[in-house]
């Protein structure tokens, strides 16, 4: 997983703080966060590299950054959080941000993220 974003091509994404929301309330604990800027840095140099031309391949890939998501809501419920509303909202606006910076503004946000179980 490339999390290194000054490698990245778009300057919007290069530039943005993802997840801020979260990183600003205590309740979400730093470190995991972390993991889901990575997940969300991932999703960038994938759309990237693998030059993403329709919204059927971007939801492919939202999707399958959706289902890390998943996945790293069982660490946030150990560290007594979770994916809850504010989160929720968070990320799928980093979502909506990542698909109008690579240019598909018509993405639907609750389809990028329509594989979430959060």
Same mark, same amino acid.
């Given at each position: 997983?490339?999390?290194?974003?000054?490698?990245?091509?778009?300057e919007k994404i290069r530039n943005h703080e993802f997840l801020k929301e979260m990183?600003?309330?205590?309740?979400?604990?730093?470190?995991?966060?972390?993991?889901?800027?990575?997940?969300?840095?991932?999703?960038?140099?994938? /759309?990237?590299? $693998?030059?993403?031309?329709?919204?059927?391949?971007?939801?492919? *890939?939202?999707? %399958?950054?959706?289902?890390?998501?998943?996945?790293?809501q069982a660490e946030f419920e150990d560290n007594d959080s979770e994916i809850e509303?504010?989160?929720?909202?968070?990320?799928?606006?980093?979502?909506?941000? /990542?698909?109008? $910076?690579?240019?598909?503004?018509?993405?639907?946000?609750?389809? *990028?993220?329509? %594989?979430?179980?959060?």
């Amino acid at each position: 997983m490339n999390t290194d974003k000054t490698t990245l091509k778009n300057e919007k994404i290069r530039n943005h703080e993802f997840l801020k929301e979260m990183y600003d309330d205590s309740y979400f604990p730093d470190f995991l966060v972390d993991k889901g800027q990575d997940i969300l840095l991932d999703l960038c140099f994938q /759309i990237e590299q $693998s030059q993403v031309s329709s919204l059927e391949e971007l939801y492919k *890939l939202t999707h %399958s950054a959706t289902e890390k998501f998943n996945e790293l809501q069982a660490e946030f419920e150990d560290n007594d959080s979770e994916i809850e509303t504010a989160a929720r909202e968070c990320i799928a606006m980093d979502f909506e941000f /990542i698909a109008s $910076s690579y240019g598909f503004t018509d993405a639907d946000i609750e389809e *990028l993220i329509s %594989s979430r179980d959060w």
